[in-house]
């Protein structure tokens, strides 16, 4: 449970990083969020992989959470666009992190071959 709360403040924290930059066009003292935030997400996904917590899978749920919260929240703040093609795009992101994630449960065949032989 401690892993899952770290990954979202990993995620918190890049997409209000996000979000700040596109706010600094207008007001460069977001830079400071924005600064501030990435620094945040790379200490917390960094305490992930210390953990042992999987780069693919970890990175694959910040990167595309990430993509989809940036995306709606900067059409909610931003007044940005939200098409159609932005919502499949998103799907994809999430469908592919989905089969990373399973793909990531199997065992490999050396791993089986370990197991079979330390059961004899």
Same mark, same amino acid.
């Given at each position: 449970?401690?892993?899952? +709360?770290?990954? *979202?403040?990993?995620?918190?924290?890049?997409? $209000? #990083?996000?979000? !700040? &930059?596109? /706010?600094?066009?207008?007001?460069?003292?977001?830079?400071?969020?924005?600064?501030?935030?990435?620094?945040?997400?790379?200490?917390?996904?960094?305490?992930?992989?210390?953990?042992? +917590?999987?780069? *693919?899978?970890?990175?694959?749920?910040?990167? $595309? #959470?990430?993509? !989809? &919260?940036? /995306?709606?929240?900067?059409?909610?703040?931003?007044?940005?666009?939200?098409?159609?093609?932005?919502?499949?795009?998103?799907?994809?992101?999430?469908?592919?992190?989905?089969?990373?994630?399973?793909?990531?449960?199997?065992?490999?065949?050396?791993?089986?071959?370990?197991? !079979?032989?330390? /059961?004899?």
């Amino acid at each position: 449970m401690k892993k899952w +709360a770290i990954l *979202g403040a990993a995620i918190v924290a890049e997409v $209000a #990083a996000a979000l !700040a &930059l596109r /706010a600094a066009i207008d007001d460069p003292g977001w830079a400071v969020l924005t600064v501030t935030g990435y620094i945040g997400a790379f200490v917390a996904l960094s305490t992930l992989l210390r953990a042992g +917590a999987p780069i *693919g899978v970890v990175y694959g749920i910040w990167a $595309a #959470a990430g993509v !989809a &919260l940036t /995306a709606v929240l900067g059409t909610v703040l931003f007044d940005e666009p939200f098409t159609l093609l932005i919502g499949i795009g998103i799907a994809v992101v999430i469908a592919g992190v989905v089969l990373v994630e399973t793909g990531s449960h199997h065992e490999r065949p050396q791993e089986s071959l370990e197991r !079979a032989e330390v /059961a004899r």
